[in-house]
């Protein structure tokens, strides 16, 4: 014991109360500043002075308070050493020896914890430096953002009395010779002066959140004859074709802000047009598939221009960059037209790149998922255009990988900030060190399982306590939920949930909807025998492909290796419920909605009903679960191979 004390850096102490003075073990002595070559006997009064002043009282009260009650204290003090140093020490001791009622000793551990009270002091004083130093970028994006859209807003007016003055004089036909040029000259340079503007005065807008989308319905056709026509006059001053191709898959009319998608259409078109001296202007629209948020078109501007080395296209997007500094003296611009366009693709919810071969051209594509506009009333709406949801820090409390890093893509993918927790244990610690707008809570996992852990949260000092913690489980029946409101659970989100059900769980706790628990009971689609297509591509539109591959590689795995046990003892039967429990969610998740419920069936078959209905029942719901599950198995290998075939087929296009 005396060894094992040593290694761990503990010493003993006992403080006798009639005597009034603390036996001290040599390590103990050490610990405070003393000889360590054997123990120590000091006075009560002489160690209370060694304390640091700020931590006696409470140290004295602790100490009191255990004695009273006869309980265990844990408590950490300072202590001044000779040379001036202090010394952080962990006492852990328990009242003994009663007599008549009254302890007469107290006795226990000294530990040195002066490292780790100096690491979180590091650790407290860098979170505080890099809060101050966001809130101070924060302030200051927040200033040029005032700043660039009070200036704009201040520019345009004389720009306006400018533009339309000089307009007045061009067209009066009183001016002669060099007067009229002049006067030419003069309305354009301010056009040019004002285009600059409004993308300045735009791109602030876009950066400060301050653009809000419309959702009206449009006609693809015209939306592209309309800013053909307005590129049309700087197309007829070069020698080239301009031409549109649009897939006859594409909806007539679709839903979304046609005045924002028109802009980003002409930046990509006039950009291709003041590059582009000789050749071919072409804009593609093409129908990419079908989701239950709408339908997925890509927008390609191509061009046969001066292209853009590898090494600069990714930089392409930044505000106020060019390619070189012979652009902006031969072309003009301010490089802000193609960020702004990045801002306000992604603030719609799609995504935008290029792909260019110098002195040969670029092709510029953005691709949106847009809703039909015949399904105003049944569209759902993006999560990207609604101003109301706000990025959030979130807790993802699951003890299962695959249903993990699929719910960690989700929610990074929706802007928000993750931090993950494997068990209850490390749930409770990460909300009673961190800051949190949401909890996502799983209910089974070893250790400590999600209601003790909620039911611990709950007890914390301050705010923590009453984070908003929402159960995310496969555990959905009524009585259940029950039990979530009762351990102190604020909603519920049933496994397996698609994004969707996931973001508008976000939007009643981040986006400042009426909270409250989820409907206990809910229509779902009847799952077909494998895999529901629908829920797959939706996940597959959500996702990048590189995770849903990883994802389809780890159920498929889990699916061959699991249910292989048998079902004559008891142990065998607890790990095929577990093999069922972690299965059911992440096959869910996935579109396996079959394999799911049926995993779900066989975990829910415990040993009581068991002994109510016998064998026979677990026994089919098992065999139900392995053909699902090896149904499900070779369906993953098809889906990552066709996921593979379109890659491979770019890679042979290209050669």
Not at 413 to 437: K, L, M, P, S
């Amino acid at each position: 014991m005396r060894l094992s004390q040593e290694a761990a850096g503990a010493g003993l102490f006992d403080v006798r109360f009639g005597a009034r003075e603390i036996i001290l073990s040599p390590v103990s002595a050490r610990l405070h500043g003393l000889a360590g070559d054997r123990p120590a006997v000091i006075s009560i009064a002489d160690w209370l002075r060694r304390v640091h002043p700020a931590d006696r009282m409470t140290t004295l009260q602790t100490v009191r308070d255990a004695v009273q009650r006869s309980t265990t204290f844990d408590l950490e003090f300072r202590v001044r050493l000779a040379d001036g140093a202090i010394r952080w020490i962990q006492a852990i001791g328990r009242p003994c020896d009663e007599e008549a009622g009254a302890p007469q000793r107290v006795t226990g551990l000294n530990l040195d914890i002066s490292a780790r009270k100096e690491t979180e002091t590091t650790l407290i004083e860098a979170k505080r430096d890099a809060e101050a130093a966001r809130l101070a970028a924060e302030r200051a994006n927040a200033a040029k953002t005032e700043f660039l859209s009070a200036m704009s807003h201040e520019l345009r007016t004389p720009l306006n009395a400018v533009i339309g003055f000089s307009t007045l004089l061009a067209g009066s036909e009183r001016l002669d010779g060099d007067l009229q040029r002049y006067a030419e000259l003069v309305r354009t340079s301010g056009a040019n002066l004002l285009g600059i503007v409004n993308d300045v005065l735009d791109f602030s807008a876009v950066e400060a959140g301050a653009v809000t989308l419309n959702r009206e319905a449009f006609g693809i056709q015209p939306l592209i004859e309309g800013c053909l026509a307005i590129v049309g006059a700087a197309v007829s001053a070069k020698t080239l074709d301009i031409a549109s191709l649009i897939d006859n898959n594409v909806p007539e009319r679709l839903l979304g802000d046609e005045a924002r998608l028109q802009q980003v259409l002409l930046n990509l078109l006039n950009n291709a047009v003041k590059f582009t001296q000789s050749g071919s202007v072409t804009v593609s629209v093409r129908h990419k598939g079908r989701t239950p948020w709408g339908e997925r078109v890509s927008f390609r501007v191509i061009d046969t221009g001066i292209g853009i080395a590898a090494d600069k296209q990714q930089r392409l997007f930044e505000r106020f960059y060019q390619v070189d500094s012979s652009i902006q003296r031969d072309y003009g611009g301010t490089g802000l037209g193609l960020a702004i366009s990045k801002k306000l693709v992604e603030r719609m919810g799609g995504e935008i790149g290029v792909t260019s071969t110098p002195g040969r051209g670029s092709t510029f594509w953005f691709t949106l998922t847009l809703p039909r506009a015949h399904s105003v009333a049944e569209a759902p709406a993006l999560p990207a255009s609604d101003p109301a949801i706000r990025p959030g820090r979130i807790l993802l409390v699951e003890d299962i990988d695959i249903n993990r890093e699929l719910a960690s893509v989700m929610l990074r993918a929706a802007g928000h900030t993750v931090e993950v927790a494997e068990n209850g244990f490390e749930a409770v610690r990460a909300v009673q060190i961190g800051q949190h707008d949401l909890v996502l809570m799983d209910i089974q996992m070893p250790g400590m399982d999600g209601l003790m852990a909620t039911r611990l949260i709950r007890c914390l000092p301050g705010d923590r306590a009453r984070v908003p913690i929402v159960a995310m489980t496969a555990n959905v029946l009524p009585n259940q939920v029950q039990a979530f409101r009762e351990a102190g659970l604020d909603d519920h989100l049933g496994k397996p949930f698609s994004p969707a059900d996931l973001d508008a769980t976000l939007r009643r706790w981040l986006g400042g909807g009426k909270p409250g628990l989820a409907p206990e009971t809910a229509v779902v689609d009847q799952p077909t025998l494998t895999i529901d297509r629908a829920h797959y591509e939706h996940n597959l539109s959500m996702l990048p492909s590189h995770s849903v591959s990883r994802l389809l590689g780890h159920l498929g795995k889990l699916a061959t290796e699991s249910f292989s046990g048998e079902s004559s003892t008891r142990a065998g039967r607890t790990t095929l419920r577990r093999e069922a429990h972690a299965l059911a969610s992440g096959s869910g998740l996935i579109g396996f909605s079959a394999l799911s419920q049926a995993c779900a069936t066989l975990d829910g078959y415990d040993e009581p009903l068991i002994a109510e209905e016998g064998l026979a029942g677990f026994d089919a719901a098992l065999a139900h679960v392995r053909r699902l599950a090896a149904a499900a198995a070779s369906e993953t290998q098809r889906l990552i191979a066709d996921m593979e075939e379109p890659s491979s087929s770019a890679v042979r296009a290209t050669q």
